[in-house]
T-cell receptor, first 116, second 110 residues
Framework: SAVISQKPSRDICQRGTSLTIQCQVDSQVTMMFWYRQQPGQSLTLIATANQGSEATYESGFVIDKFPISRPNLTFSTLTVSNMSPEDSSIYLC?????????????FGPGTRLTVL | RKEVEQDPGPFNVPEGATVAFNCTYSNSASQSFFWYRQDCRKEPKLLMSVYSSGNEDGRFTAQLNRASQYISLLIRDSKLSDSATYLCVVTTSGTYKYIFGTGTRLKVLA
């Protein structure tokens, strides 16, 4: 498995501001992922962050709104830019680890964001 | 049609009961299958992978039916601590992307 931490755990932000979320993992991993979980919904993948390359964004998510950094194999950041109340959500990072027979994702504790 | 579909529940069952959830997926090229558990206000945690031959871990049994494109999770002798949302996850051959179902809520009642 993996031990993953996220900062901040929660925040309340004003419309129009930006928030950067940090994700730290206790071992080197190739693939890190950022998800969003809106209230009462399941998880939606925002982007995949590989070290040394640009993040790959899913349909409906763009780099200008959700810039991602991946400076090394244990760390990534996601910025939620120019926030609006619709961005209120839980943001989770995950990492992929190779297991017996299959690769598995492990999740950080999430960042609960409220935009006023 | 959603790629991964689950009955949202809630399933309310008494302690000691056996409960089963199904999850259907639309892409016949789907390759890997998982059940995750998510407690309220917590992150999803891997419960078990689902193998073609089926697999069991204590009170939990997972099955895969490729012909009918569904996976199932059976929980025997339910405990109060089993109360959570159970998320079905599917990946497609050649990709790393996890596709999540909306989850099935389970409440085990004393």
């Amino acid at each position: 498995s993996a031990v993953i931490s996220q900062k901040p755990s929660r925040d309340i932000c004003q419309r129009g501001t930006s928030l950067t979320i940090q994700c730290q993992v206790d071992s080197q991993v190739t693939m890190m992922f950022w998800y969003r979980q809106q209230p009462g919904q399941s998880l939606t993948l925002i982007a995949t962050a590989n070290q040394g390359s640009e993040a790959t964004y899913e349909s409906g998510f763009v780099i200008d709104k959700f810039p991602i950094s991946r400076p090394n194999l244990t760390f990534s950041t996601l910025t939620v830019s120019n926030m609006s109340p619709e961005d209120s959500s839980i943001y989770l990072c995950s990492v992929e680890k190779t297991g017996v027979g299959t690769d598995t994702q492990y999740f950080g504790p999430g960042t609960r964001l409220t935009v006023l | 049609r959603k790629e991964v579909e689950q009955d949202p529940g809630p399933f309310n069952v008494p302690e000691g009961a056996t409960v089963a959830f199904n999850c259907t997926y639309s892409n016949s090229a789907s390759q890997s299958f998982f059940w995750y558990r998510q407690d309220c206000r917590k992150e999803p945690k891997l419960l078990m992978s689902v193998y073609s031959s089926g697999n069991e871990d204590g009170r939990f049994t997972a099955q895969l039916n490729r012909a009918s494109q569904y996976i199932s999770l059976l929980i025997r002798d339910s405990k109060l601590s089993d109360s959570a949302t159970y998320l079905c996850v599917v990946t497609t051959s050649g990709t790393y992307k996890y596709i999540f179902g909306t989850g099935t809520r389970l409440k085990v009642l004393a």
